[in-house]
């Protein structure tokens, strides 16, 4: 066999095998693994407004700020409060310990009943929203095991577990639909919300809203 031809069958054969190589991976993550870049880490956020309308007259805490449950985070003047009425419907009172992400409103702006103005998240209570495919959804199961890197911090590997799979999809939660008229049909491909307990956070600085790349362990 002439040099060239030697040459030729070579490069074939590495083509090959590099091809089987690529064929495999793929065939082994799709089998072992559901991944993602279509998840993000969340946690519960409190909006919380006074029972009254009316003037503010001080914002007690700051963006950052640690609060207890019951803490005073801000106060309507009393110009709002009817004669005898309970003092204690001015104040804006923080309704469980967190952190304050966002002073909605200040003082001197005029606030109605319900209406936010200060927005609390509890540290302790971050986990991972996954959003998976609706054609790979039946092969996630409660209690799988994940693995996550989050945007931010390079180099660490976390841990966790399926706890919840939504019952809808998360265009329902939309406040635009993604629905179209049959005359203008296009399909998009909808995803499921997962919900990821976190199992070794540990003193990572996880900040609600952050990226993240998930494998879910569906084997083993």
Request: glycine share 10%; aromatic share 6%.
């Amino acid at each position: 066999m002439s040099r060239p031809k030697k040459i030729l069958l070579a490069v074939l054969v590495l083509f090959l095998v590099s091809l089987s190589g690529v064929s495999y991976y793929y065939w082994y993550m799709n089998a072992h693994y559901v991944s993602t870049e279509d998840a993000y880490v969340d946690g519960t956020v409190l909006r919380v407004g006074p029972q009254m309308a009316g003037k503010l007259v001080e914002v007690r805490v700051s963006e950052g700020d640690k609060v207890a449950a019951g803490d005073v985070l801000a106060r309507v003047d009393d110009a709002a409060l009817p004669p005898g009425g309970n003092t204690d419907l001015l104040l804006v009172k923080a309704p469980a310990a967190g952190e304050v992400l966002k002073v909605l409103a200040h003082a001197g702006e005029v606030v109605g009943a319900g209406q936010p103005v200060v927005m609390l998240a509890d540290p302790e209570d971050v986990y991972l929203t996954v959003n998976v495919e609706e054609k790979k959804i039946d092969r996630v199961r409660l209690g799988q095991r994940v693995t996550f890197t989050v945007d931010g911090i390079p180099g660490r590997t976390f841990t966790g577990k399926v706890v919840q799979i939504q019952d809808a999809v998360a265009s329902t939660f939309s406040l635009l639909p993604t629905r179209t008229t049959s005359g203008s049909f296009i399909k998009v491909v909808q995803r499921v919300p997962v919900k990821v307990f976190i199992e070794n956070r540990g003193d990572a600085p996880l900040r609600l809203g952050q990226s993240a790349v998930v494998r879910i362990h569906i084997r083993g």
